[in-house]
């Protein structure tokens, strides 16, 4: 049986409402600069198609997680000294 995106969204939405879910957890993680840069921009894509289309999977994504996402790959390009690289490199996009 295939699901149309509406009942993805409420399975997704149920899953993120489990007790735990909201709990802190700490990851330790390496991966090379190029996928710091690659997660970032999958994150600000992911982002910006939320902003776009509220009917999907990220619609009911609240805007808090968002912004921790946001948040969390901007540490990742700080940690990896790509903040600059990334600031020309969407300036050489929006070209």
Do not use: Y
């Amino acid at each position: 049986m295939i699901m149309n995106v509406n009942d993805v969204a409420k399975v997704f939405d149920t899953i993120l409402s489990i007790p735990g879910m909201g709990e802190v957890v700490k990851v330790d993680m390496k991966m090379s600069r190029k996928n710091v840069l690659l997660l970032n921009q999958v994150i600000e894509l992911g982002i910006a198609a939320k902003a776009d289309d509220k009917s999907g999977l990220l619609g009911s994504v609240p805007a808090e997680d968002l912004v921790e996402l946001r948040n969390l790959a901007g540490d990742c390009l700080t940690k990896a000294g790509l903040n600059e690289l990334n600031e020309k490199l969407k300036v050489l996009g929006a070209k």
